[in-house]
């Protein structure tokens, strides 16, 4: 059982699935987990990008059925 | 039938203009009864802030009056609501009315919190309000030399807005003959450019032609305005002498002081566009947390199809067509060149040569939009 906030990201190119997560983010307190969908090729590399870049943490990052399915923790 | 429009919006009043049309005979009969509640008496074309900015319109050419601009069927307040009550399908007013409705439709938008990131209230220039518009102006004026840097908050409304705001920056200091004497930087969210694929692979060979500078992954954290630098999340930092701020955005504090939805954005069904478990409670417009640009055309659309949903459930009983994502954006590329942007949730947008007759047709649509207001167009 997930107890991850979903951020539904599918089928959708503006804002688009990694500017959708930071807004999430955002919301979210330290120590959240947030599991981002998306339907963008691109997402499997750029969303691990920024998450390490900033700090955050990956938890899972998979492609099921053409969706990935990333989990961040919020480290800070 | 009640229907109760709040706000007086691009969405709310395009909504509310069409169902009195598709509705007159239900209204005349007393059928239906169509009231909208506002904030304002005035109703402002927001895209054009982006002009006041760089001094091509000025901001009394923004406004109409909202009541101008409606169906003479509506039943029109300026009295923002308070409460929403949607357990018992009645909302309460600043001034202490009670509007009892059938079906609610909520248009409340958005409104900037530049005051979320410390420091950019005072560092930074913006113009998505119009005495920040008319104060950029002036600051771009002052301006002679150095780096002017632009950062992007998120979320924020109008999407396409930072990379027009980089075109204008260079046609403007080039008009002025001093674009040679000023650096623009230009620092975004995420790893490219422009969140929309197409947009940016588009805009990157036309920032290179203008010698902009890029930062990508920048989440603006912080701006120290006494030794004029803005700092990133991602620990790296610019020097500016002018900061130009696209501001994080929220929706309205009364959807979050009546806890309809995380930051002031409603859950909202994507394709029927009710609000998660109301369904007789739609949203539109910056108001929804759909994934979905925050702007004037996402408005417009959705409105269309509300409208139209709503006009059927009363004369046939039941909604007729779902919303696909459809999001049509002007792409200012400059004071005399224009593309635009149209996709919607399973077709990206296929950028064009930005032209004049395109440019001229934005400016034509900033005439027009009135008439697109009034559900006309």
Redesign the interface.
Known sequence: MSDSKIVDARDTFCPGPLMELITHMKQSNVGDTLELLSTDEGSGADVPEWVNKVGHEIISNEKIDGVWHIKIRKAK | MRILVVGGGTGGTILANNLARRLSAEIRARKVRLTMLSASDKHMYQPGLLYVAFGQMTPDQLYRDQASLLESSIDFHVDPVEQFQLDQKKVITKSGKVHEYDILVIATGSRIVPEEVPGLVEGAETFYTEASAVKMFKRLRELEEGTVAVVVG??HKC?IAPVELIFSLHDYFKARGIRDKIKIKYHY???RIH????VAIWAKPEFDRMGIEYET?F?VKEVDVKNKVVKS???TETHYDLLIAIP?HRGMEVIEKNNLG??GWIPTDRYKLTMNGHDNVYVLGDTTNL????TGSAAHFEAEVIAENISSIIKIGTPVRDYD?K?YCFVEAGHDRATYAM?N??N??DLKPPSKPMHWFKMAYNQMYWTSVRGLL
């Open positions: 998120v979320p999407p969210p995420i790893g969140t929309i694929k197409e992954l989440n999340e991602e620990g994080p995380e930051g994934p979905v640009s925050k994502g999001v996709f949730y399973l990206p947008p």
